[in-house]
């Protein structure tokens, strides 16, 4: 069945990059997203990738995408605290507003000064 | 960029009453809504998929006659929890997908049954 993984915990020191890594087993996946939720919040959209790009970046942020291995990356430069939270793998099985989402069960970032 | 807006932010209330939660997209329309449940370890489960002007599908293992959704208008869905429990205290996340974009998402309901 259609499922994604993800390391459950990662700490960083401040300043350096942090590599957030995931991998999914649906490989008709048209979009993967990046969300980042923060303490007793909700979950802000983060990136998201199309699946026939490998790489995209925007600002500190860069995805990876290895469609053969079903491996998607969240590289995160000169890391901050406040960057500390959880981030959330997730893929779109298709482009349909209707389609639901398959989630990892989140990353811990913790930056640490 | 899409804003979905969810209230309340926090309830709390007495076991065996109902508590309704909106969720409001406020500058798209959204025929479909989602309603998320996220367990003390971060897990996010899907409850239902609101669908506008229909019923709403529910994934298996959600009562929907404990979590009704009523999606009456293109930009509003609600779930109201009926005669809660202490089980039932959760965070409750709405989600919309805005033509063009990624899912957004509510800032989330923190619901505490006591």
Redesign the interface.
Known sequence: GEDVEQSLFLSVREGDSSVINCTYTDSSSTYLYWYKQEPGAGLQLLTYIFSNMDMKQDQRLTVLLNKKDKHLSLRIADTQTGDSAIYFCAESPNAGNNRKLIWGLGTSLAVNP | GAVVS?HPSRVICKSGTSVKIECRSLDFQA??M?WYRQFP????M?MA?S?EGSKATYEQGVEKDKFLINHASLTLSTLTVTSAHPEDSSFY?C?A?A?G????????T?LTVV
Do not use: A
């Open positions: 969810q025929t479909t989602f370890k971060k897990s996010l899907l998929t669908n996340i989600s997908r033509p974009s990624g899912y957004t998402f509510g800032s989330g923190r």
